[in-house]
Structure formats: structure tokens, C-alpha cells
């Protein structure tokens, strides 16, 4: 069984960005590597100017939970970038970004924070998957 | 308990989910095999993540515990 997850960020809120580095996080504190392939606001977020901006919530958070994620960001759980980081100087994470999104929002990699590896294509990024899990959020 | 040889203690108190666990994989990385690493949490969801942790890296969970909120956990790095 392949154990590689693979993992499509298209969403670019902060609540789902730090959903998703959890689950980052936990497969490779696990040992099990990761890929992460980033598409339209996902993308977005990972820009170097805007990394560490607010990217608001999904619209279903409304203000209870935008209270609440308030008060977990200030006690105990890591910024959704900082947690990517920590997995990634601990295991196999390997951050791709989409080669069309790239160019629908006008960029560059020298426009991306350092925790992007790269820039593929959807095929490349399907045979790195191999048979592994593939999550999209 | 009390008698064991700690090589390292990693206090993910207050941590909520994955800290806890990333730590541990941090921390375990900086002793030697056969070495043992203690971590405290006060994430309850630690005491599940723990013991997949141990199962599927091989590092074995030699003592658990808990007393007043704080979870106890001794590894022994693979």
C-alpha cells in the first residue's frame, strides 16, 4: 500500500489552511510523506507579502466561530503556515504549486513563501500521488 | 515509575492537537535508539494519537499515565 497522502489545497481561509495542517502535521509525525498541491486561493495564500495575513473564515463560521478560532489561535494551537513548517523539517512534505493557477493570479515562484517547493502541472502531480490517498480541501 | 532513565522531557502542556505529537516526533528524533523520552500533554485527543504514534513509528509506549488534567507518556525510541 502506497502511504504517500496527497493533499489539494484549493481553499484559502485561514479555518480550512489549519484544518489542513493538521492533517500535514500528523502524517508526518507519522513518517508517512506528503504532498501538497496548491490551486486558486490556496495558492493565494501562500504568497510571501500575504502569508501571515488574515484570510478570513468559510462563511459557515459566522461570529461564534470566529470567536472561537480567535481564542484558540492565541492559546496553544500553531499558525496553519508555522505548523507546515515544523512538518516540514520533520518528515517528507513536498509543497507544489499549480502551474495554471500560477498563472491565472499572475505569479512567480519568487512571488511564493519559501514552504512552496515548486511548480507542477495536475499530471505530475497525479504520478507523484501514485496510489496513495488524495484529500481536497 | 520514578525509576526509569529519562534521556528527554518534552512538556506539550497547553498544546492543542497536532503540537503535541509534533514535538514528540521532534524530540525523539534527538536521542539515541534504546533511549527514553517523556512528554506531558493536557490534550485529552493525546491519549489516542499517542498510542497510533507509538504503533506506527515503533517507538514503543513503555509507561502511560494521567493525574489532575496532564497526560503522562514514556517512549522508547526504536
Known amino acids: 500500500m502506497d502511504e504517500t497522502i496527497s493533499l489539494v489545497l484549493f481553499s484559502g481561509t485561514d479555518d480550512k489552511l489549519q484544518a489542513a495542517a493538521t492533517l500535514v502535521a500528523g502524517a508526518a509525525a507519522l513518517g508517512k510523506p506528503v504532498k501538497i498541491f496548491l490551486q486558486y486561493w490556496g495558492l493565494s495564500a501562500f504568497r510571501a507579502d500575504r502569508i501571515a495575513a488574515d484570510h478570513g473564515l468559510a462563511p459557515e463560521a459566522g461570529e461564534a466561530g470566529k470567536l472561537a478560532f480567535d481564542a484558540a489561535a492565541r492559546t496553544g494551537q500553531a499558525h496553519w503556515a508555522d505548523a507546515l513548517r515544523m512538518a516540514k523539517e520533520l518528515g517528507e512534505v513536498d509543497i507544489q504549486a499549480c502551474s495554471a493557477s500560477m498563472d491565472l493570479l499572475k505569479l512567480k515562484q519568487s512571488d511564493l513563501d519559501p514552504l512552496v517547493d515548486g511548480i507542477e502541472g495536475v499530471a505530475a502531480f497525479y504520478i507523484n500521488a501514485g496510489e496513495g490517498q488524495i484529500v481536497f480541501i | ?78
Open chain 2, 1 to 78: 515509575m520514578g525509576n526509569l532513565d529519562i534521556k528527554l522531557k518534552v512538556d506539550a502542556s497547553g498544546l492543542s492537537c497536532p503540537l503535541p505529537i509534533l514535538k514528540a516526533a521532534q524530540g525523539v528524533k534527538t536521542i539515541a535508539p534504546g533511549e527514553l523520552m517523556e512528554v506531558i500533554a493536557t490534550d485529552p485527543g493525546s491519549v489516542k494519537d499517542f498510542a497510533a504514534w507509538a504503533g506506527s513509528t515503533g517507538n514503543a509506549l513503555v509507561e502511560s499515565d494521567s493525574a489532575d488534567g496532564k497526560y503522562r507518556f514514556v517512549f522508547r525510541h526504536k
